[in-house]
């Protein structure tokens, strides 16, 4: 069984930038796939970022590309999403996840995080 604890949202202005740690625990975090997934207010859960265990691939939602970028330290058993140039349509319960296979914008997750709230104002 594999924890996630995501950390790092909060309140930010149109423009600005947030960091997003994902830490894990309770598995072979080098072996896992890693993904962010987001969730606003009256809409379904969408794909944000994608990784693969070693790193070397990655997949991002249209919305996001060029703005984030998922990152992974595995010595440290953590993930990472790096939010620049944020817009208020970003505001959204952000998870992360932890998949067997990589899937890129199709991948499921075997286990889940409890997520972090990030709000944007304008």
């Known amino acids: 069984q594999v924890q996630l604890v995501e950390s790092g949202g909060g309140l930010v202005q149109a423009g600005g930038s947030l960091r997003l740690s994902c830490a894990a625990s309770g598995g072979t975090f080098s072996t896992y796939a890693m993904g962010w997934f987001r969730q606003a207010p009256g809409k379904e859960r969408e794909f944000v970022a994608a990784i693969s265990w070693n790193g070397v691939r990655t997949d991002y939602a249209d919305s996001v590309k060029g703005r984030f970028t998922i990152s992974r330290v595995n010595t440290k058993n953590t993930v990472f999403l790096q939010m620049n140039g944020l817009k208020p349509e970003d505001t959204a319960i952000y998870y992360c996840?932890?998949?067997?296979?990589?899937?890129?914008?199709?991948?499921?997750?075997?286990?889940w995080g409890q997520g972090t709230q990030v709000t944007v104002s304008s």
């Open positions: 996840s932890a998949s067997r296979t990589y899937s890129g914008s199709k991948g499921r997750g075997d286990y």
